[in-house]
């Protein structure tokens, strides 16, 4: 069985910075992309960045220069980096990844079960 656990969500005052980490744990056989996606109240889930198992990044337009994606792969652990917050990056923040639990190397997408980050003074 395979989990994914978030933490790092809270509170910050718009300017501020907050670190997420995803830790992938259970039946792992390997990874491939780990990815983060958020969900704000009525609005559409989104991806906010992905990194590849080659270190790859891909970024959504709206954090394109303030958020960095990063992962470790012997913690198999992806993070986020969140700098210059402000309100509309309100949301529950989702990590997904796409992982092979077993040697046949069949990969299945996993979720998180998500972490609130509210930036509000």
């Known amino acids: 069985q395979v989990q994914l656990v978030e933490s790092g969500g809270g509170v910050v005052q718009p300017g501020g910075s907050l670190r997420l980490s995803c830790a992938a744990s259970g039946t792992i056989f390997s990874i491939n992309a780990m990815a983060w996606y958020r969900q704000a109240p009525g609005k559409r889930r989104e991806l906010v960045s992905l990194?590849?198992?080659?270190?790859?990044?891909h970024y959504g337009d709206s954090v394109k220069g303030r958020f960095t994606i990063s992962r470790d792969n012997a913690k198999n652990t992806v993070y986020l980096q969140m700098n210059s917050l402000n309100p509309e990056d309100t949301a529950v923040y989702y990590c997904?990844?796409?992982?092979?639990?077993?040697?046949?190397?069949?990969?299945?997408?996993?979720w998180g079960q998500g972490t609130q980050v509210t930036v509000s003074t």
């Open positions: 997904n990844a796409f992982i092979a639990p077993n040697s046949d190397g069949r990969e299945h997408y996993y």
């Open positions: 990194i590849t198992s080659g270190g790859a990044t």
